[in-house]
């Protein structure tokens, strides 16, 4: 009897690991987004860190102490991948069909750059100028309430256009594009 009631509490001091573990992993939740353009899909997948009462832009944020400040990862954990099954034109950058990792050149807060990385599956942290494929400035606005939880958003704009949106704490940066 004793011996089953020692599993028990195995079991259960297990689960309560398990449980913590999920719960700082929720602290950045994986998410992703896509749309389909011209019958190909672009899609993005990042982890989204909330601002949970942080400064997170300017001078003395939160991100002004990451090793690549200006360059940001855009999202937690891992790098934020993008993936397109078409030739799009983000901007006026032309971006071959394939998949690349989104940074996002934040030295003025107010005037983001987003950065098209060639590089994949590497950390968040982990950027390496030489390997982009360029940069397009992102159209600025503010939200009308600050956004707690990193996100982006791929929206449909009709005639063959769509954009990107990120958006975090009290700023939206947005690209948009067409199928080439």
């Keep these: ?39 190909k899909t672009i899609s993005v997948k990042y982890s989204a860190p909330s601002v949970r009462g942080r400064d997170i832009f300017g001078a003395a944020g939160l991100i002004s102490k990451e090793t690549n400040f200006p360059i940001w990862r855009a999202g937690a954990n891992a790098a934020t991948a993008f993936h397109t099954d078409a030739d799009l034109k983000i901007g006026n950058l032309d971006v071959p069909k394939g998949d690349y990792t989104l940074f996002v050149n934040i030295a003025d807060a107010n005037n983001w750059e987003l950065v098209i990385n060639k590089q994949t599956g590497q950390g968040g942290l982990t950027y ?38 990120l958006g975090w704490e009290k700023h939206i940066g947005e690209v948009q594009f067409t199928v080439r």
């Design 1 to 39: 009897m004793n011996r089953i009631i020692h599993f028990t509490r195995q079991g259960m001091l297990a689960t309560a690991f398990c449980m913590v573990a999920h719960m700082a992993s929720a602290q950045s939740p994986a998410a992703q987004t896509s749309v389909e353009l011209g019958g």
């Design 128 to 165: 390496k100028a030489e390997n982009d494929l360029g940069r397009v400035k992102m159209k600025m606005s503010a939200p009308g309430a600050p956004i707690e939880q990193l996100n982006y958003k791929l929206t449909l704009l009709g005639n063959g256009k769509a954009s990107l949106t």
